[in-house]
């Protein structure tokens, strides 16, 4: 077989590239590639000579992980380019070649890449006699196809321009759960104004909470014709972008019908299409005007375009509206899906999405046995109006259960965590126990599902705001798995996870009011409340002076908190301490992560009122003595000068003289009358130290008791904080509520320095003399043995205080 040695070069060239790109990373000297990286990374003039492709895909490798640490696991979604991914960067390096063929042979060859494709995608996803666009970004087929709309609407467009609008404004309806943002983008593009955008609310009684209310619909409808408005195009959803429900789309085609209306419908349970046994609703997004199909996260393919498949008998409309393209270039962008799809071929395609709707309904079914654990979507009977006769009303209820659950039937899996209404802390429930519950449970299921993603990388779960149920953690395997390599035993492995975060949520949920309640016992420290934090609360320890000025408040707050955040930092407990959310509201406060069930509230708080306590004394003991210690020394210079007068007068003048003085002493040793005075630093006193030479040891102030540490017993290897005899255990702790160190680690904490032991020894204090020179003294003999004495201090007894003594010579 003949084959053309450029596109096997190229074929080469791109295995070699890849193999580079993904086992860079596992090289032998990872130094030597950040050392290269950071001489490449310098910008700079381009090599004279040129650098070889090796060194050129050595630095795209190194710029994809320049922000990669090695000390630290990354938790990181990276995709799982196989080989039907290289086939897709395939078809994009064969594009560029393809184009700088002859045009009469690049004319035959997009055609035959173009009818293939289309031809594939709408017997694959069943849409008959229909033609494709393929587009970047997806929003652009939406927004060609309302080109195509108005152009067919307003037949004097294409001359007249906008002008022809004023006669009749065109009017675009969404659902409220559409993407945010689709509507204003598609009137900015269109030169629209907003009022030509109509949101639609979704139910409030029956069905999904996420479907489009089609009784409104109509309602909005009528009205708009009526003021003399143009019924457009309506955007319905198989699929919504966070719940993933799918709309009434059969009831809608037949509304759509009725007023003229271009129906177009986007989702990720288009994908099911593709699956023998596809649900009803699904099965009518065959029958829309158009729809948009988003292939690469659904079979994990990177890089391929989208594709808007569509249905219109008039070419001349669908170019003007940029539909299709007279450009050959363009139409290669069907060339990397076209390779693909040959590649997986159709029963690769159906497997791909068999097994990620497999993945969310065994999720599903795991769910439904766990407490504390909603899923999205399922009606409640309480939103049921009372009807006459119970037995009319369960059966009705139970009617309507039937149907939302079988049109639910979603690939999309959301759930969050709720409070048991059966729990109980401190005889009160835990269910509207407090203000703001919602936005607790929001906080905790966000912490949840980091926490989730960071366990089970492959699992894929993101967090998603729903209007009427909150935060939720949503699984999409249509969008992930594919990408992720996602397998049954990653969801076991997130139920399992799950399992074990469930009962620290709930422990967390209950005691929060007791934790509460203990801080407001204590005077010193107040509540701080903040319902975005996930965990037990925030506490902050006021300084009880109350002279202190605002500014100097606020500084002593920050700096007693700051220590206290250390110290408790440095103990032996579960839980994590930290200064909170990065860009939280609450500042110069300590926040306590998630607790289990066996911790003492009551010793906690305690706990935490004593340090802050201690912080506060030992800060206020250190500014008197700086005080004590300034006027002491002032009044030990005033005494010295004073000794020293006394002392040059009992000398006399003949002394003070230089050679005279030595010889007089010499001869005649002076014995002065000056005694010696010592400094207390705990009374800040100047004492004599007659007392001290006559009992041969220094006697001060008691000693200041120590301050008293926790005493409450424990057991071997029991940790802070915990009850005795409590249902909790050291392993599953370390599981549930110390899993939060990997968001807050302790390493932020500095680790503490012993303080140098002051000396207790005396410090001598000579007072000054004139300068003559001494005869050496004889010794003073003590009263006790008569034997001679030194002016050399021996070591106090533990307890006392350390004087300063003033010799006087």
């Not at 409030?204 to 479907?211: D, I, L, P, R, V």
């Not at 779960?461 to 149920?469: A, K, P, R, S, T």
């Not at 005691?511 to 016992?521: A, G, K, P, Q, S």
């Not at 509520?737 to 968001?743: I, L, M, P, T, Y």
């Amino acid at each position: 077989m003949m084959v053309d040695p450029t596109l096997a070069e190229m074929g080469k060239n791109l295995n070699e590239a890849m193999k580079i790109l993904e086992d860079g990373r596992n090289a032998s000297d990872p130094d030597a590639d950040r050392q290269q990286f950071s001489r490449s990374s310098i910008p700079g003039p381009l090599q004279g000579d040129g650098q070889d492709v090796a060194s050129i895909l050595q630095l795209v490798q190194n710029l994809m992980h320049e922000d990669e640490e090695e000390d630290r696991p990354s938790h990181r979604r990276m995709q799982n380019v196989g080989e039907q991914g290289h086939m897709a960067l395939l078809g994009h390096s064969l594009a560029a070649y393809i184009s700088v063929l002859d045009r009469e042979r690049l004319r035959k060859l997009i055609t035959r890449i173009a009818s293939d494709t289309t031809l594939w995608l709408c017997r694959l996803f069943r849409y008959e006699s229909g033609s494709a666009y393929y587009h970047e970004d997806d929003r652009e087929g939406l927004l060609k196809v309302c080109r195509l709309v108005i152009n067919t609407r307003y037949e004097d467009y294409s001359t007249e321009g906008y002008t022809v609008l004023n006669s009749r404004q065109p009017v675009i309806y969404q659902s409220a759960t559409c993407r945010p943002g689709l509507g204003q983008h598609l009137c900015s593009q269109l030169a629209l104004p907003l009022s030509s955008l109509c949101t639609v609310p979704c139910n409030t009684m029956f069905g999904s909470q996420h479907q489009m209310d089609i009784a409104l619909l109509d309602k909005l409808i009528r009205e708009d014709v009526e003021t003399g408005k143009l019924p457009l195009l309506l955007i319905a959803n198989a699929g919504t972008p966070g719940a993933g429900h799918t709309d009434k789309l059969g009831r809608l085609k037949e509304l759509c019908e009725q007023y003229g209306m271009w129906l177009h419908i986007e989702g990720v349970n288009l994908a099911t299409l593709a699956l023998w046994e596809v649900s009803s609703p699904v099965t009518a997004a065959t029958r829309s005007d158009s729809m948009t199909l988003t292939l690469g996260p659904w079979l994990g393919l990177p890089a391929v375009p989208a594709v808007t498949l569509y249905r219109h008998e008039d070419p001349a409309l669908s170019l003007a509206a940029g539909l299709t393209s007279s450009q050959p270039v363009e139409k290669l962008r069907a060339l990397p899906l076209w390779l693909s799809l040959q590649y997986l071929g159709q029963d690769g395609i159906v497997e791909k999405i068999r097994h990620s709707v497999e993945l969310s309904q065994q999720l599903l079914e795991k769910l439904k046995t766990l407490a504390s654990i909603k899923t999205s979507g399922v009606v409640s009977l309480s939103r049921i109006p009372p009807i006459s006769g119970g037995s009319l009303r369960d059966l009705l209820g139970s009617l309507i259960l039937s149907i939302v659950e079988d049109e639910l039937n979603s690939p999309v899996v959301v759930f969050r965590f709720s409070q048991e209404t059966s729990a109980e802390s401190s005889g009160a429930s835990v269910e509207g126990y407090f203000a703001g519950e919602r936005e607790v449970l929001d906080s905790l299921n966000r912490w949840l599902c980091e926490r989730l993603a960071q366990l089970v990388p492959a699992s894929g779960v993101d967090i998603v705001e729903l209007e009427d149920e909150g935060t939720c953690v949503r699984f999409t395997p249509l969008m992930t798995a594919a990408a992720l390599g996602t397998q049954r035993c990653d969801v076991d492995l997130l139920v399992e996870r799950l399992t074990e975060l469930v009962p620290v949520l709930n422990c967390t949920l209950r005691l929060r009011l007791d934790f509460r309640e203990e801080v407001y016992r204590h005077s010193a420290l107040s509540y701080v409340e903040d319902l975005s934090w996930p965990g037990l609360g925030a506490v902050r320890y006021e300084p009880r002076v109350e002279e202190l000025t605002d500014s100097k408040r606020k500084l002593e707050v920050e700096k007693i908190n700051s220590e206290l955040l250390v110290k408790l930092g440095e103990l032996d407990a579960d839980l994590i301490f930290s200064t909170g959310l990065e860009f939280g509201p609450e500042k110069d406060c300590i926040f306590i992560g998630m607790a289990t069930e066996d911790l003492d509230v009551a010793e906690l708080v305690d706990t935490i009122a004593d340090l802050g306590r201690d912080i506060e004394e030992n800060g206020r003991l250190l500014e008197n003595m700086t005080e004590v210690v300034r006027k002491g020394i002032q009044e030990a210079e005033l005494q010295l000068q004073k000794d020293n007068q006394d002392k040059l007068m009992e000398e006399g003048v003949l002394r003070q003289i230089p050679l005279v003085g030595s010889v007089l002493n010499w001869f005649s040793p002076f014995q002065s009358t000056v005694k010696g005075k010592t400094f207390n630093l705990a009374a800040g006193s100047l004492d004599s130290t007659e007392p001290t030479y006559s009992m041969k040891a220094q006697t001060g102030g008691l000693s200041s008791p120590e301050t008293p540490t926790s005493s409450a017993k424990r057991l071997p290897g029991q940790r802070l904080f915990r009850r005795e005899g409590a249902g909790g255990s050291d392993s599953h702790s370390e599981t549930s509520s110390v899993g939060q160190a990997e968001d807050f680690s302790r390493e932020r904490f500095p680790q503490p320095t012993t303080p140098s032991p002051v000396p207790d020894e005396a410090v001598s204090v000579v007072p000054e003399s004139p300068e003559t020179p001494q005869v050496p003294a004889e010794p003073e003999p003590t009263q006790e043995n008569g034997e001679v004495g030194t002016q050399e201090e021996e070591r106090q007894p533990d307890g006392q205080d350390a004087p300063v003594e003033e010799t006087g010579r």
